[in-house]
């Protein structure tokens, strides 16, 4: 578990999920959820040492 929500696919080039709906998610939600938006190819890992971009 995270203390985050993860944002799919966020860079907006996919047909599914088009850039105005990622914004529209972060301007509806990121206000009371902390967003981490990924592109295509990103991953969150998490460790012990924390959580880092890969």
């Given at each position: ?15 599914p ?38």
């Open positions: 578990m995270v203390d985050r929500v993860i944002v799919p696919h966020a860079q907006g080039t996919l047909p999920f088009p850039i105005s709906v990622i914004a529209r998610t972060v301007e509806e939600y990121g206000v009371d959820w902390p967003l981490t938006l990924l592109r295509d190819g990103e991953a969150l890992l998490v460790d012990e040492d924390g959580c880092r971009l890969v």
